[in-house]
């Protein structure tokens, strides 16, 4: 099983790498892995070095080295975090909202027009907006499928909200709709085309010519929504996280 280790651990990075790009680097060892790689954990905003289990100290740094202005680039263009607290602004489905925190009033988030109103102690504060985006996701996203599914005259089993880093929604066998509440913070053109493309999966399990065709009746421009998740689909994992976790 692969497994991570925290930089600058193993090797030190610091005889190749500035201290900024160290903390963005993450080592993963992999038994599987062949030879030395990078690639972009745009939701966990960092770079992640695969490495075969039995690569020594000074060939990872060579190749890092030799990969430090490729590092440098993608470093550069990794979304910042997206702390939620008093002042941030969030968009719902399209609209923004404010959060403003109180200490008065009793615990809890409540919608106030554009302003997401948020009271209790304050390290509590991001959890609880994340609490009730969850539940927002679920009302909106879970309502949104019963919607497209009856236009396709094929109802989903049920729908299930989870927070994947590398897709957006799936579809079971068993007609079971797996979506991101992370949804509920895309334009709503974005969400409904990932809700159609999952709900045409209960028609065709595959991703066929009808397939398409199926996906095209239920929303309009789908092209157009698969690019904006393909440009900001990163900035929805960065709402609420920091470096390497929540």
């Known amino acids: 099983m692969a497994r991570f280790l925290e930089p600058p651990s193993d090797p030190d990075l610091g005889q190749v790498l500035d201290t900024a790009l160290i903390e963005k680097i993450r080592h993963r060892i992999s038994p599987r892995a062949r030879r030395m790689s990078l690639r972009v954990d745009a939701a966990a905003g960092a770079i992640v070095l695969v490495r075969p289990r039995r690569v020594g100290s000074s060939l990872v740094l060579k190749f ?15 979304p910042t975090a997206a702390p939620l607290c008093d002042g941030s602004l969030i968009s719902m489905l399209g609209t923004d909202l404010t959060i403003r925190h109180s200490l008065a009033g009793r615990a809890g988030v409540r919608r106030d027009g554009e302003t ?20 927002e996701a679920k009302r909106e996203l879970g309502a949104m499928v019963r919607d497209v599914a009856a236009t396709l005259g094929r109802p ?63 929303v309009d421009d789908r092209k157009a929504a698969r690019a904006w998740l ?14 390497g976790g929540d």
């Open 64 to 78: 890092v080295a030799q990969q430090r202005r490729w590092i440098e680039r993608q470093v550069a263009a990794l």
């Open 230 to 243: 393909r440009t900001n689909g990163a900035i929805l994992h960065r709402f609420g996280r920091t470096l």
């Open 156 to 218: 989903a089993r049920r729908v299930i909200f989870r927070d994947p880093k590398s897709r957006w929604g799936s579809c079971g066998p068993d007609g079971t709709i797996s979506l991101s509440w992370r949804l509920v913070l895309a334009p709503v053109r974005v969400a409904r085309y990932v809700v159609a493309h999952e709900v045409a999966h209960l028609k065709h399990m595959n991703h066929s010519l009808a397939f398409w065709r199926t996906v095209d009746m239920l």
């Open 116 to 135: 997401l109103m948020v009271s209790g102690a304050v390290e509590h504060l991001a959890r609880r907006v994340r609490d009730w985006l969850k539940i």
